[in-house]
């Protein structure tokens, strides 16, 4: 049986890929998560639930092919949650971080990030650590680590994406092409170069591009399972491998991008952010 017939027999139109309409949901609620600056431990928890609940509805849907190939979690995040993140530009930055510029603002960036992975870690853990005895929903992973995957995937898509924004070495282009770019270089754990702008947005809007996200996000969803114990083991590795592994991605974006920031960088323009959700739009645009 082709993929094409697959999808028709489970009511997806030919050329939609696998994501069905109520993945809306997926992307609004990622959205919540990546943009809460204080939300508490409870809240959180409860909206990673519900997270946890549309992801396992969404997998049933997808089939078991879909889900053991990763290409049901590289639809799901490049068309439902990607174009949703909310990157600010250099500007807004600024003035949300109280004048802060430059290295301090990065430096504030990277902590937050890490701390809001942090905190989606531990409440995702401790949760994987409820669940642990129960059946998996994901084939063989539990829904609460692939929630836990792709809230950590999109807050650290959105930290490159301002971190660009700080060196001013922002993805150029429309909504697409920016998001294709910071996805990109979430993927290769690099900074985009400004001098090769036109030839990296052109590589990331075909299968490559696609590739190199399946292969991050299934790597990252690796780790996550390995912070599945029994009592609040989980929380404490969850947390902890969140943190170390933030950093380390913010570090070597970093050192990428003050090897090709622009001279003057800090005052350039800004570039409005990535775009409102842009429905059934993949990394390579369909095709």
């Known amino acids: 049986m082709t993929e094409?017939?697959?999808?028709?027999?489970?009511?997806?139109?030919?050329?939609?890929g696998l994501v069905p309409v109520g993945d809306a949901e997926?992307?609004?609620?990622?959205?919540?998560?990546?943009?809460?600056?204080?939300t508490d431990k409870e809240g959180r928890a409860r909206l990673l639930g519900r997270l946890s609940a549309a992801l396992a509805r969404s997998a049933r849907t997808a089939g078991a092919?879909?889900?053991?190939?990763?290409?049901?979690?590289?639809?799901?995040?490049?068309?439902?949650?990607?174009?949703?993140?909310?990157v600010r530009d250099r500007e807004t930055l600024v003035r949300h971080h109280k004048g802060l510029e430059g290295e301090e603002l990065a430096d504030a960036l990277e902590r937050t990030a890490t701390n809001a992975?942090?905190?989606?870690?531990?409440?995702?853990?401790?949760?994987?650590?409820?669940?642990?005895?129960?059946?998996?929903l994901l084939l063989t992973v539990p829904a609460q680590i692939v929630a836990e995957t792709v809230v950590v995937a999109a807050i650290e898509v959105k930290l490159i994406g301002?971190?660009?924004?700080v060196y001013g070495a922002p993805a150029r282009g429309g909504s697409l092409q920016r998001t294709s770019g910071y996805l990109l270089s979430w993927a290769r754990r690099?900074?985009?170069?400004?001098?090769?702008?036109?030839?990296?947005?052109?590589?990331?809007?075909?299968?490559?591009?696609?590739?190199?996200l399946r292969n991050r996000l299934m790597k990252l969803l690796g780790r996550h399972v390995t912070t599945l114990g029994p009592y609040l083991t989980g929380a404490v590795a969850g947390g902890t491998l969140n943190r170390v592994g933030t950093r380390?991605?913010?570090?070597?974006?970093?050192?990428?991008?003050?090897?090709?920031?622009?001279?003057?960088?800090?005052?350039?323009?800004?570039?409005?952010?990535?775009s409102q959700p842009a429905h059934r739009r993949s990394l390579d645009g369909g095709h």
């Open 162 to 165: 301002e971190l660009h924004e």
């Open 65 to 86: 092919r879909s889900l053991a190939g990763g290409r049901w979690l590289t639809d799901l995040f490049t068309e439902e949650i990607a174009p949703r993140i909310p």
């Open 4 to 16: 094409e017939t697959e999808d028709r027999d489970r009511n997806i139109e030919p050329g939609t």
């Open 248 to 274: 380390g991605m913010a570090k070597a974006v970093r050192a990428d991008l003050r090897s090709v920031a622009l001279p003057g960088a800090g005052g350039m323009a800004t570039v409005t952010p990535l």
């Open 117 to 136: 992975t942090t905190a989606v870690g531990a409440a995702g853990g401790a949760l994987a650590a409820v669940q642990f005895t129960a059946p998996p």
């Open 26 to 38: 997926v992307g609004e609620l990622v959205t919540r998560l990546v943009a809460d600056d204080g």
């Open 190 to 212: 690099r900074g985009i170069n400004p001098a090769q702008m036109t030839e990296s947005l052109t590589v990331a809007l075909g299968s490559a591009a696609k590739t190199a």
